[in-house]
């Protein structure tokens, strides 16, 4: 065949094809929509991706080509079963426009973006109404029922077309604001009063008057930053520093029904009623799937009793495709999901939520940058180096529920063991990136020097000592405490080159780079080359020695990688004389300190946007700070303690002067 077949083929074909490719992508993303809630490749992600952003393009092409082909007199009289089963694709077309309730929104910016989803929508249902008037065939080329079906359909694709920037509409943040305001309740209206009552219950107190908080704070609060009232947030306080297991299922349930409220419209139809923040357009739902059961089913039989006997097999067999994989995915599926063994099914499953924490090393990067030069070559001339550094990450931990109950033993400690004993003691340990595990070691004067600078650098300076400790130890496998350690290591590293954002505001990913290029320099090789001399410098461990070993005898070794070998040095030399564990306790307790102080600082925002795109450890430690009575960013950011502290310190210093000035007199 040769090009001017291939264009007649296509032109004959085209409307065939598009329509069965845009019935593909939506039982694509029917099937896929619930993937998103789980770690999946980068590769299954970009299809999803791929497909959302195709489910409106390749519909309105059909369209498009749907209206052409009324020029050309394709739908003559002698052929009216052709244009009778063609009349039902534009309806159908425009149901698949609507989408799909399990992806409303693909990314969080979708949300923000309703207004110009609204016009998009209206256009694309005047393209249909316009397609269908065009295309309806005349005189009794269609019969009375199907002409009744055909609208019921198109009536329910405009719903769908109406009601998709609505929902996006209602989760977009200023909606979120306005409908998910923490009001306080209680007796508990100030900070102090709270802290004060919660380290007075710890010490021994009665637990009276708090007892009728029998719900959680509504998680939708923290990710518009709105902190939830001091009463609620004493009692889940109360409740969970005691029962880690209630604390990791409430706050995988929080970030998986979060997720539905933000991307999906199954949040509507079977989130918990104390969830619900208002009566919409969905309460109509359970009709409208009634009216789709009977749309169908009616269709189905008319199909089955009078259209066999068309000559047009293939636009016949197009058109039962269609309508039966309509009736599925709109009608059968969502009533099934009603059923009460079925939908507790699906609400366990949907409420558990992905904890894998990822990985990313930096010495491991240059590693695997020498032994794959041909892709690093590749990538550079295809400008591509920067993304395929960060998709090509370390496989995830599954260990995160280790680093959990760390997470939760030292929040736990910090109220149990009464170090928070009043509001300043409070905020400092809010604030606390390490120092506490260093002052309780008692290594506080050798190694608080690396914690006095900005939290990125201090994150590049003990990722590499954590692994020159790791790799110098003899059976660094065999420490369960090392391998957390070096795990949370990974993680802020990852944080910091992949997500800066999320690592703090200002986090600079340039100084991930900047690490590797001085280390480049201190190996003063061409890590792209292999040759005898360095054969084995390609495996991480390998190398991390040569690094450190380099460091320790070179006098103008960089600065970054000299202090790290140096903060290893002092770390070594914590470890007992048969034992290790005190050098992977303080390790382990810095760690735990940064990922809770990255956490608290990450607008919930961000962690909002991460859901999207599989969501982040870091929103997990997040939401267990929050349900453990932690200070909210918002409470960080208005501080009115700050300004009083210096309306005190000025009318102290000022009242010498002040006296002075009456002795003169």
Same mark, same amino acid.
């Given at each position: 065949?040769?090009?001017?077949?291939?264009?007649?083929?296509?032109?004959?074909?085209?409307? *065939?094809?598009?329509?069965?490719?845009?019935?593909?992508?939506?039982? #694509?993303?029917?099937?896929?929509?619930?993937?998103? +809630?789980?770690?999946?490749?980068?590769?299954?992600?970009?299809?999803?991706?791929?497909? =959302?952003?195709?489910?409106?393009?390749?519909?309105?092409?059909?369209?498009?080509?749907?209206?052409?082909?009324?020029?050309?007199?394709?739908?003559?009289?002698?052929?009216? *079963?052709?244009?009778?089963?063609?009349?039902?694709?534009?309806?159908?077309?425009?149901?698949?426009? %609507?989408?799909?309730?399990?992806?409303?929104? /693909?990314?969080?910016?979708?949300?923000? $973006?309703?207004?110009?989803?609204?016009?998009?929508?209206?256009?694309?249902?005047?393209?249909?109404? /316009?397609?269908?008037?065009?295309?309806?065939?005349?005189?009794?080329? &269609?019969?009375?029922?199907?002409?009744?079906?055909?609208?019921?359909?198109?009536?329910?694709?405009?719903?769908?077309?109406?009601?998709?920037?609505?929902?996006?509409?209602?989760?977009?943040?200023?909606?979120?604001?306005?409908?998910?305001?923490?009001?306080?309740?209680?007796?508990?209206?100030?900070? *102090?009063?709270?802290?004060?009552?919660?380290?007075? =219950?710890?010490? %021994?107190?009665?637990?009276?008057?708090?007892?009728?908080?029998?719900?959680?704070?509504?998680?939708?609060?923290?990710?518009?930053?709105?902190?939830?009232?001091?009463?609620?947030?004493?009692?889940?306080? +109360?409740?969970?520093?005691?029962?880690?297991?209630?604390?990791?299922?409430?706050?995988?349930?929080?970030?998986?029904?979060?997720?539905?409220?933000?991307?999906?419209?199954?949040?509507?139809?079977?989130?918990?009623?104390? !969830?619900?923040?208002?009566?919409?357009?969905?309460?109509?739902?359970?009709?409208?799937?009634?009216?789709?059961?009977?749309?169908?089913?009616?269709?189905?039989?008319?199909?089955?009793?009078?259209?066999?006997?068309?000559?047009?097999?293939?636009?016949?067999?197009?058109?039962?495709?269609?309508?039966?994989?309509?009736?599925?995915?709109?009608?059968?599926?969502?009533?099934?999901?009603?059923?009460?063994? &079925?939908?507790?099914?699906?609400?366990?499953?949907?409420?558990?939520?992905?904890?894998?924490?990822?990985? /990313?090393?930096?010495?491991?990067?240059?590693?695997?940058?020498?032994?794959?030069?041909?892709?690093?070559?590749?990538?550079?001339?295809?400008?591509?180096?920067?993304?395929?550094?960060?998709?090509?990450?370390?496989?995830?931990? +599954?260990?995160?529920?280790?680093?959990?109950?760390?997470?939760?033993?030292?929040?736990?400690?910090?109220?149990?063991?009464?170090?928070?004993?009043?509001?300043?003691?409070?905020?400092?340990?809010?604030?606390?990136?390490?120092?506490?595990?260093?002052?309780?070691?008692?290594?506080?004067?050798?190694?608080?020097?690396?914690?006095?600078?900005?939290?990125?650098?201090?994150?590049?300076?003990?990722?590499?000592?954590?692994?020159?400790?790791?790799?110098?130890?003899?059976?660094?496998?065999?420490?369960?405490?090392?391998?957390?350690?070096?795990?949370?290591?990974? !993680?802020?590293?990852?944080?910091?080159?992949?997500?800066?954002?999320?690592?703090?505001?200002?986090?600079?990913?340039?100084? #991930?780079?900047?690490?590797?290029?001085?280390?480049?320099?201190?190996?003063?090789?061409?890590?792209?080359?292999?040759?005898?001399?360095?054969?084995?410098?390609?495996?991480?461990?390998?190398?991390?020695?040569?690094?450190?070993?380099?460091?320790?005898?070179?006098?103008?070794?960089?600065?970054?990688?000299?202090?790290?070998?140096?903060?290893?040095?002092?770390?070594?030399?914590?470890?007992?004389?048969?034992?290790?564990?005190?050098?992977?306790?303080?390790?382990?307790?810095?760690?735990?300190?940064?990922?809770?102080?990255?956490?608290?600082?990450?607008?919930? !925002? $961000?962690?909002?946007?991460?859901?999207?795109?599989?969501?982040?450890?870091?929103?997990?430690?997040? $939401?267990?700070?929050?349900?453990?009575?932690?200070?909210?960013?918002?409470?960080?950011?208005?501080?009115?303690?700050?300004?009083?502290?210096?309306?005190?310190?000025?009318?102290?210093?000022?009242?010498?002067?002040?006296?002075?000035?009456?002795?003169?007199?």
């Amino acid at each position: 065949m040769g090009f001017s077949g291939a264009v007649l083929w296509w032109e004959e074909w085209q409307l *065939h094809v598009l329509v069965l490719t845009s019935l593909f992508l939506q039982c #694509f993303l029917f099937f896929a929509g619930v993937l998103r +809630k789980r770690c999946i490749p980068s590769w299954l992600r970009f299809l999803i991706w791929l497909s =959302y952003i195709g489910s409106d393009a390749v519909p309105i092409y059909a369209l498009a080509i749907l209206f052409n082909s009324t020029k050309k007199q394709e739908w003559a009289v002698s052929t009216h *079963h052709h244009s009778s089963e063609r009349v039902l694709w534009v309806p159908i077309l425009l149901v698949h426009l %609507g989408g799909q309730d399990g992806i409303t929104a /693909y990314n969080i910016e979708d949300n923000e $973006l309703w207004k110009r989803h609204v016009v998009t929508a209206v256009s694309q249902v005047t393209v249909a109404i /316009y397609v269908l008037y065009k295309s309806w065939p005349s005189g009794y080329s &269609i019969s009375a029922i199907e002409s009744i079906l055909a609208l019921f359909l198109f009536f329910y694709g405009i719903f769908k077309c109406i009601r998709k920037p609505w929902d996006l509409k209602k989760v977009s943040i200023n909606s979120l604001v306005d409908s998910t305001g923490s009001k306080e309740t209680g007796q508990i209206n100030s900070l *102090h009063v709270y802290v004060r009552s919660a380290v007075y =219950y710890f010490c %021994g107190g009665s637990d009276e008057g708090n007892n009728n908080y029998m719900t959680f704070w509504n998680p939708f609060d923290a990710f518009v930053d709105l902190a939830p009232s001091y009463s609620e947030r004493l009692w889940s306080l +109360k409740v969970l520093v005691h029962n880690q297991d209630a604390a990791h299922r409430l706050a995988q349930s929080a970030l998986s029904v979060t997720f539905d409220r933000l991307y999906t419209k199954e949040s509507l139809k079977t989130m918990p009623r104390w !969830y619900t923040c208002s009566i919409d357009i969905c309460t109509i739902i359970p009709l409208v799937s009634a009216l789709q059961v009977l749309v169908f089913v009616l269709i189905v039989t008319f199909h089955m009793d009078g259209i066999r006997a068309s000559f047009n097999h293939t636009e016949v067999t197009i058109t039962f495709i269609l309508i039966y994989c309509a009736a599925v995915m709109e009608a059968i599926i969502p009533s099934a999901m009603r059923i009460k063994s &079925i939908h507790e099914w699906f609400n366990q499953q949907r409420h558990q939520w992905p904890d894998q924490v990822a990985q /990313y090393n930096l010495i491991g990067y240059l590693a695997r940058d020498k032994r794959h030069p041909w892709l690093k070559k590749l990538a550079t001339l295809l400008c591509c180096k920067d993304l395929l550094d960060q998709l090509w990450s370390m496989a995830p931990s +599954k260990s995160s529920p280790d680093i959990t109950k760390l997470i939760h033993g030292y929040i736990a400690r910090g109220w149990t063991e009464h170090h928070i004993k009043d509001t300043p003691t409070y905020r400092a340990f809010n604030d606390n990136r390490g120092q506490w595990t260093l002052s309780r070691e008692g290594c506080g004067g050798s190694l608080e020097w690396s914690l006095r600078r900005p939290f990125d650098e201090s994150v590049i300076l003990w990722h590499l000592a954590t692994d020159f400790c790791f790799h110098r130890t003899v059976t660094p496998s065999s420490h369960e405490a090392a391998r957390r350690c070096r795990e949370m290591s990974n !993680y802020m590293a990852y944080l910091l080159f992949v997500k800066p954002d999320m690592l703090m505001t200002g986090a600079r990913r340039s100084l #991930f780079r900047a690490a590797c290029k001085d280390i480049q320099c201190l190996l003063n090789e061409d890590l792209q080359q292999d040759g005898p001399e360095n054969t084995l410098l390609d495996d991480q461990g390998e190398l991390t020695l040569n690094i450190a070993q380099r460091a320790m005898i070179t006098d103008n070794a960089p600065h970054i990688v000299r202090e790290a070998r140096w903060l290893s040095t002092c770390l070594m030399a914590l470890r007992n004389d048969d034992e290790e564990d005190k050098m992977w306790r303080v390790i382990q307790g810095v760690w735990v300190e940064m990922l809770c102080f990255s956490a608290g600082r990450c607008r919930g !925002y $961000l962690h909002a946007k991460s859901l999207g795109s599989g969501g982040e450890y870091l929103s997990y430690v997040w $939401l267990l700070l929050l349900y453990m009575g932690m200070e909210t960013l918002t409470e960080k950011m208005q501080r009115t303690e700050l300004h009083e502290d210096r309306i005190a310190v000025g009318m102290s210093s000022a009242a010498p002067m002040a006296a002075t000035s009456d002795e003169n007199v």
